[in-house]
């Protein structure tokens, strides 16, 4: 069966820092891969979106970055967190016609 | 641009009541639609699934319709349940080759006991 692995589950890093939140996904091939963010009180967001392994989009401009470095995992970065880069963060799989989630990431940035 | 729209925005009904969650998009132009169910600090459950093609889904207590022309859905629970209390979230899929799900803000729903 599929699974998706989302880590870590909280996250408190300092302005200014680094970020990676990974995410991969098990039991499929070649699926669609998602990143949202929900801010508090907030519906979800799509940061980005990629169709293949070396190929994303991006939904919004801003701090972050994602890349897929294999077919199955999904990484999500930036070299310098603001305080506005606090939120909720998703990762999604699909290969169709069923979209998964998996448990999140809550990010607070200090 | 695909907007999703969920009305209300929160609700509260007491054990045992039947209740409709409503959700409406802008393009009819979709691939599918999703409900979803998220508990606080949790991720999304994926509740049900509705083709573009299709008009209804049901899966236990929960019934799910879709009416593409209109650009609507409904979530109906039957004889609600403590447990039920949740965010409920629909999202369609946009049929590219990204099927990216568009959400909306959710229904937050409180059933007391």
């Known amino acids: 069966s599929q699974t998706i692995h989302q880590w870590p589950a909280t996250l408190v890093q300092p302005v200014g820092s680094p970020l990676s939140l990974e995410c991969t996904v098990e039991?499929?091939?070649?699926?669609?891969l998602y990143w949202y963010r929900q801010a508090a009180g907030r519906g979800l967001q799509l940061l980005f979106y990629s169709v293949g392994i070396g190929q994303i989009s991006s939904e919004v401009p801003q701090n972050l970055s994602a890349s897929r470095p294999q077919d199955r995992q999904f990484i999500l970065s930036s070299k310098k967190l603001l305080l506005s880069d606090s939120g909720f963060y998703l990762c999604a799989w699909r290969t169709r016609p069923e979209a998964f989630f998996g448990q999140g990431t809550r990010l607070t940035v200090v | 641009k695909q907007e999703v729209t969920q009305i209300p925005a929160a609700l509260s009904v007491p054990e045992g009541e039947n209740l409709v969650l409503n959700c409406s998009f802008t393009d009819s132009a979709i691939y599918n639609l999703q409900w979803f169910r998220q508990d606080p600090g949790k991720g999304l459950t994926s509740l049900l699934l509705i083709q573009s093609s299709q008009r209804e889904q049901t899966s236990g207590r929960l019934n799910a319709s879709l009416d593409k022309s209109s650009g609507r859905s409904t979530l109906y629970i039957a004889a609600s349940q403590p447990g039920d209390s949740a965010t409920y979230l629909c999202?369609?899929?946009?049929?590219?080759?990204?099927?990216?799900?568009?959400f909306g803000s959710g229904t937050r729903l409180l059933v007391r006991p």
């Open positions: 999202a369609v899929s946009l049929m590219d080759s990204s099927y990216k799900l568009i």
């Open positions: 039991g499929t091939s070649n699926p669609n």
